[in-house]
């Protein structure tokens, strides 16, 4: 239905959203009066031409559209409109030709001439009054119908606009959302798959690596599906370990060192290996005690190297053992007691310092030093009546030591003669001459 606006004043349709001249809202937002049929806007609080108020707002809204609602249904709008329109411009035509003078020329497509008039004439003239146009029932019942049936067709094709894009939309995003769960399923069965792989290697490792049958058992139930070469050798490790607890009670009841042994030599693995390795030990150190002889001892430590005895042992054994003592060592120590020798025939004291250490045992007297020597050369050897002393070495020496250690003191016997010459004669005699070297120096020595 075609209102004027009330705020503005122009034409507008009351199902407009807003007045395309002024902008003021129009749908839902106008009010007919009850008392004199005014239309106004539901903002105002009471009609502007009666100030009358309205108690029922929803009432009076729905009194605007009544027109539209009360219009028949069945009609065919687009035929109204046509015979409608035609017929009312016949009658308009006539009734123009009945009241036009006769005098009066009619020019037929051209605006009669109007009269001049001010500006409020001319915006009177061009507004329409809404009362004018609603006292003529024919004529909004046609522009309702023509309005309805243009509302209805944009509708209909905005609808199925709508529906065909909504179609495809939906299609799109049922084939997006079905290939997303395809990837994301695929995804997650291959997590599953990996981290079911990894779990079965690490319980595979933990299961040989154990000795208890019932890991073993765990990971055979929970992996059926596992490599068949994994199962097959957790079958045999638990078979292993039943075969080893049965030997193991047999080797635990006779308490034999060649059972033990052979123990061994089938469960290299076994828990019990380090138990064995123990007892072994003590029977074989028990046997070389027993015997207590050179053999023994180092039978026990060449099977035993890191033994529980093997410090022990070789401690004994360096006594039992027969010392051999180098050329160049035997060499050494004979120079030592030579020189000394051959100070006291030259009455060198410089080769006599020069053999023995700082204090020695000498014939018998402890913490002698060089001087000491000296003073017996001069005092028993040298006498008023002698002319020369002469020391002669004689052979083999026989040169010994107590242990292996490299810094072992060696121990030295040589023959010796010793030729005195007097103003009366020489005189010989021999003599055994018993040495201690250490470190290339006397430290003991005695001649008898």
Known sequence: MIIKCPECGHQVSDKAPVCPSCGVEIAGHIIKCSHCGELYLIEEPSCPNCHHTETDVAKAVAAVEKVVVDAPKEANASSAVEEITEGVAAEEVHDSLENTPSDEPIVVGLPAEEPTTTDADDEEDNVVDAAFIMDNDKDAAVLDAAERLEEEGSESQEQEQSKKHNHTSLAVSLLIAVITAAVLLFLYNQGVRNNKTNDEQEDYAQAMASSEPTVMQNYLKQYPDAPKAHRDSVSLRIKALHSSDTDW????????????????????????????????????WATAVKKNDEDAYA???????????????????????????????????????RQLLQGINSKSNEKIAGAVASQLNFLG?????????????????????????????????????????DDAPLKIKVPATLSIEREGGTSNRKYMISAVVKGGRITQINWN
């Open 365 to 405: 007297s402890a913490g002698s030093t060089a001087k000491d020597i000296q003073s017996y050369m001069h005092n028993r050897l040298y006498q008023a009546d002698v002319k020369t002393v002469n020391w002669h070495l004689g052979s083999p020496a026989e040169v010994t030591k107590d242990s292996n250690d």
């Open 299 to 337: 039978g026990y430590l060449a099977m035993h190297q890191n033994g529980a005895h093997a410090a022990e042992a070789d401690a004994i054994l360096k006594k039992l053992m027969k010392h051999t003592v180098a050329d160049a060592d035997k060499s050494s120590a004979v120079n030592a007691v």
């Open 249 to 284: 009670a047999s080797v635990a009841a006779s308490n034999s060192k060649e059972a033990m042994q052979a123990y061994l030599s089938k469960h290299p693995n076994s828990p019990h290996k380090q138990e064995l390795q123990a007892k072994i030990d003590e029977m074989d």
